[in-house]
C-alpha cells in the first residue's frame, strides 16, 4: 500500500501489512507530547499522525509524501480524554488539545490541533477506530 511505502524505519512484523491494521481513519500534521517520566524532556514535537482501526502511527515527515517512523499506539490500549484549552499559550496555532491515556495509565500523550474543528475530527476518529476494534466495549471517553 502507498502509505506503507511511504514509511522508512519502520519494521512490521513477519507477514503483516499495514491493511492489517484496519481502515485508515484520519492522518495530518499535529504536535504531540509525551508526558514520559522516562523521557529528558517532554517537548512538544510536530509529527504526522496516521490513525488506523487497531494503530496510531507517529511519524516525522520527510521530503514530499515520505516519512521516517517514530512511534506506535495500539487504539485499544488508550483512551481520550477531551482537556480544555489554556488560551495563555505562546503558538496559539496549536492551542486546541486532547489527550490519549492509556488504560493502565502507564503513558499519555496530549496531541495539539491547529482548530477546534480539527481536534473535534481527530477524536472523532480515534472513537471510530476504537469502535471498530471493540464494538462491545464501548470505551468511556470524555
Same mark, same amino acid.
Given at each position: 500500500r502507498?502509505?506503507? *511505502? +511511504?514509511?522508512?524505519d519502520w519494521?512490521?512484523?513477519?507477514?503483516?501489512t499495514?491493511?492489517?491494521?484496519?481502515?485508515?481513519?484520519k492522518? +495530518?500534521?499535529?504536535?504531540?507530547?509525551?508526558?514520559?517520566t522516562?523521557?529528558a524532556t517532554n517537548?512538544k514535537? %510536530?509529527?504526522? %499522525?496516521? %490513525?488506523?482501526?487497531k494503530?496510531?502511527l507517529?511519524c516525522?515527515?520527510?521530503?514530499?509524501?515520505h516519512?521516517?517512523?517514530?512511534?506506535?499506539?495500539?487504539?485499544?490500549d488508550?483512551?481520550?480524554e477531551?482537556?480544555s484549552?489554556?488560551?495563555?499559550?505562546?503558538?496559539?496555532?496549536?492551542?486546541h +488539545?486532547?489527550?490519549?491515556?492509556?488504560?493502565?495509565?502507564?503513558?499519555a500523550?496530549t496531541?495539539?490541533?491547529?482548530?477546534?474543528?480539527?481536534?473535534?475530527e481527530?477524536?472523532?476518529?480515534?472513537? *471510530?477506530?476504537?469502535?471498530? %476494534?471493540?464494538p462491545?466495549?464501548?470505551?468511556?471517553?470524555?
Amino acid at each position: 500500500r502507498e502509505i506503507q *511505502e +511511504s514509511i522508512t524505519d519502520w519494521s512490521l512484523p513477519a507477514n503483516r501489512t499495514l491493511c492489517d491494521y484496519g481502515r485508515l481513519r484520519k492522518d +495530518s500534521e499535529m504536535k504531540i507530547q509525551a508526558h514520559d517520566t522516562a523521557a529528558a524532556t517532554n517537548n512538544k514535537k %510536530v509529527r504526522y %499522525v496516521f %490513525v488506523f482501526d487497531k494503530i496510531l502511527l507517529i511519524c516525522k515527515q520527510a521530503r514530499g509524501d515520505h516519512y521516517t517512523y517514530k512511534d506506535s499506539l495500539k487504539v485499544h490500549d488508550y483512551k481520550i480524554e477531551d482537556v480544555s484549552t489554556r488560551k495563555i499559550q505562546r503558538d496559539t496555532r496549536w492551542s486546541h +488539545s486532547f489527550m490519549l491515556v492509556h488504560k493502565d495509565k502507564l503513558h499519555a500523550y496530549t496531541l495539539f490541533a491547529r482548530t477546534e474543528e480539527r481536534k473535534k475530527e481527530w477524536i472523532d476518529a480515534f472513537r *471510530e477506530a476504537l469502535d471498530n %476494534v471493540l464494538p462491545d466495549q464501548r470505551q468511556g471517553s470524555t
